[in-house]
C-alpha cells in the first residue's frame, strides 16, 4: 500500500463546474497536509494546507481533513480552463519527511 | 536569491560517470530537500537537511546517491558511477522552518533533469 494514494485521472469537469480532488494516507501520526498544483513541464506550487480536522476555505479552493479516515480532499469551485493541471497531494508524519502521491490529472474543458 | 535555484537544469551524461547536481535554497531557510521526480509521478522523497545536518536519507535509492549541505546553505546531490535508470527530474526545495509548523511552505525549484546515455 502507497503511503499517500491519489487517483492518476484525468477528471474531466466542465467549465464553472466543481472539481473533486481526493488523497488518502496510511500514516496514522501524519501531521501536516497539503495539495500543491503542478502545470506540466512546471515544478509544484503549494496552493492549500490544513493541519486540522475540518474545511478550510481560500478563495475557489478548499481543503477538507478527516484524520479518522485518513483522508484529505480539494475542492475547486467555479472551475477555470487555467485550474488544468496535476494536483499533488502531500503528507507530513512526525518526522516532517514529505510524502507526495503520484498526483490527480484535473482537465476543465470549456 | 528570490527563489530556489538548480543548476545544471539539464544534464547529460555517459553511464558510469559521477554527476554533481547544486541547489541554492531561499535566502534564510533553513531546511532543504532532495526529491526525484519521473514523468507522471510525483515527487519522491530523496532527502532532507535542517541547517547542515542530514535529518533523513532514507529515500536514496542506494550507496552511488550522497548529498550533503556544508553550510547549512547551498546543497550538492552526487550521484556516482551513473545508470541510466537514473535519469530523472532531481527537484530541490526549502522552507523557512519543518513542514509539521504550520505556514513553513516549501518552495521548489525549476529542477535539474538528469538524463544518463
Known amino acids: 500500500q502507497k503511503e499517500v494514494e491519489q487517483n492518476s485521472g484525468p477528471l474531466s469537469v466542465p467549465e464553472g463546474a466543481i472539481a473533486s480532488l481526493n488523497c488518502t494516507y496510511s500514516d496514522r501520526v501524519s501531521q501536516s497536509f497539503f495539495w500543491y498544483r503542478q502545470y506540466s513541464g512546471k515544478s509544484p506550487e503549494l496552493i492549500m494546507s490544513i493541519y486540522s480536522n475540518g474545511d478550510k476555505e481560500d478563495g475557489r479552493f478548499t481543503a477538507q481533513l478527516n484524520k479518522a479516515s485518513q483522508y484529505v480532499s480539494l475542492l475547486i469551485r467555479d472551475s477555470q480552463p487555467s485550474d488544468s493541471a496535476t494536483y499533488l497531494c502531500a503528507v507530513t508524519g512526525g518526522g516532517n519527511k514529505l510524502t507526495f502521491g503520484t498526483g490527480t490529472q484535473l482537465k476543465v474543458e470549456l | 536569491g528570490a527563489g530556489v535555484s538548480q543548476s545544471p537544469r539539464y544534464k547529460v551524461t555517459k553511464r558510469g560517470q559521477d554527476v554533481a547536481l547544486r541547489c541554492d535554497p531561499i535566502s534564510g531557510h533553513v531546511s532543504l530537500y532532495w526529491y526525484r521526480q519521473a514523468l507522471g509521478q510525483g515527487p519522491e522523497f530523496l532527502t532532507y537537511?535542517?541547517?547542515?545536518?542530514?535529518?533523513?536519507k532514507s529515500g536514496l535509492p542506494n550507496d552511488r546517491f550522497s548529498a550533503e549541505r556544508p553550510e547549512g546553505s547551498i546543497s550538492t546531490l552526487t550521484i556516482q558511477r551513473t545508470e541510466q535508470r537514473d535519469s530523472a527530474m532531481y527537484r530541490c526545495?526549502?522552507?523557512?522552518?519543518?513542514?509539521?509548523?504550520?505556514?513553513?511552505?516549501?518552495?521548489f525549484g525549476e529542477g535539474s533533469w538528469l538524463t544518463v546515455v
Open positions: 526545495a526549502s522552507s523557512l522552518d519543518r513542514p509539521v509548523f504550520s505556514g513553513n511552505t516549501i518552495y
Open positions: 537537511f535542517n541547517y547542515e545536518a542530514q535529518q533523513d
